[in-house]
């Protein structure tokens, strides 16, 4: 660990995060106000988001190079807690998705991400030389399957979908040929009939609802509100604390998965707008952090923190506005949730080192 390398962090990455983070608790804060059994899970937001600040800054005066060795543990790790939650997971809602340790409850498929994106980027720092090589490109697929698998039949189709989109991005960025690109396209555009078949009820009615609002009123009910809130908001908003939907309890899991309308009702086009920078900003820094790397591996990590960022953002922001079908996938720093809070901070915490650890020269 060198203490000194908290003097070459990113400070514009770290303040977005922490700007981000606050704006998260005073969002939820507002959003379960005179919720009962939901009143202190702002606290509980910034008690899990102290803790994720320690692990980042610890992380970040950790040499990442370090983690090379430890691509089949972190792999191994992240199927031991998939299987776990298969074994003894609890249920809710009809996902099983949960590990109840007795103190804190943690949600393996939000860890697993971390853990996956540290294998993927050995893996292909380590088959660079033979990316090209049709062996690399079935190995890594067969590498991505049991995962994908355990998180799908929870069932999560959002994180599966997420930890397939974080492993294809970082093969794009390893320089994967365009012929294997169009190829895996193709696959998937031929096996959907085949993932049709075997998605949830739930998950099929989502789909079939997003494409045809009016056949099912009830089941886009939380969609409609949340349309009503972000068009209700206008340019500033009717104030913090103030918004109809979210104040009436009209809009549901308003502090988790659709907090975006919350912001946009009560803070208006500007507050969303803010937001929205906000993370098109950290994006591009995390990129800069990539292109800064001083290897393979660095660039790996950094480009598929950044992917989980931006796909996790795009996803959760879209659904609430009607754009994309509803997914369980929360706003990353924003919604409530420890797990995925920690891990955000986590991933922050590794970019912070791949950038704390580039060349020298690379001060720009």
Do not use: C
Not at 152 to 162: F, H, K, W
């Amino acid at each position: 660990m060198d203490p000194k390398a908290w003097q070459r962090l990113d400070w514009v990455l770290l303040l977005v995060v922490i700007v981000l983070v606050l704006f998260g608790a005073a969002m939820i804060d507002s959003a379960t106000i005179n919720s009962p059994g939901l009143e202190d899970y702002a606290r509980r937001h910034l008690i899990y988001a102290a803790a994720g600040f320690v692990l980042l800054f610890l992380i970040a005066a950790f040499d990442y190079r370090l983690l090379s060795p430890f691509q089949w543990p972190a792999y191994l790790i992240a199927i031991v807690l998939l299987l776990a939650v298969d074994a003894v997971g609890q249920q809710r809602g009809g996902a099983q998705r949960w590990l109840d340790l007795g103190f804190i409850e943690i949600q393996p498929s939000e860890m697993a991400k971390g853990l996956l994106l540290i294998s993927f980027a050995q893996f292909l720092s380590s088959h660079q030389k033979t990316i090209a090589q049709v062996t690399t490109f079935v190995a890594y697929i067969l590498f991505l399957i049991p995962p994908v698998a355990l998180i799908y039949l929870q069932p999560d189709l959002g994180t599966a979908v997420s930890v397939v989109f974080l492993a294809m991005g970082m093969l794009f960025v390893a320089g994967l040929p365009w012929r294997y690109i169009v190829a895996s396209v193709a696959v998937a555009i031929i096996g959907l009939p085949v993932l049709w078949m075997s998605l949830a009820d739930y998950m099929r009615e989502r789909v079939l609802i997003f494409l045809n609002p009016s056949a099912d009123p009830q089941a886009t009910y939380n969609v409609r509100q949340a349309l009503i809130a972000v068009g209700s908001g206008g340019l500033v908003g009717k104030g913090y604390k103030l918004g109809t939907q979210s104040q009436l309890h009209f809009l549901r899991v308003r502090h988790t998965d659709f907090i975006f309308p919350v912001i946009a009702e009560e803070l208006g086009f500007f507050g969303a707008t803010l937001v929205i920078f906000l993370f098109i900003l950290l994006f591009f820094r995390l990129v800069r952090i990539a292109l800064l790397a001083r290897d393979t591996f660095g660039r790996l990590i950094a480009s598929g923190i950044s992917l989980i960022v931006f796909f996790q953002a795009f996803i959760n922001i879209g659904m609430t506005i009607g754009l994309l079908p509803v997914t369980g996938i929360p706003l990353p720093f924003i919604s409530y949730g420890g797990t995925n809070l920690v891990t955000f901070l986590v991933l922050m915490g590794l970019a912070q080192s791949v950038y704390a650890h580039r060349p020298r020269y690379g001060n720009v």
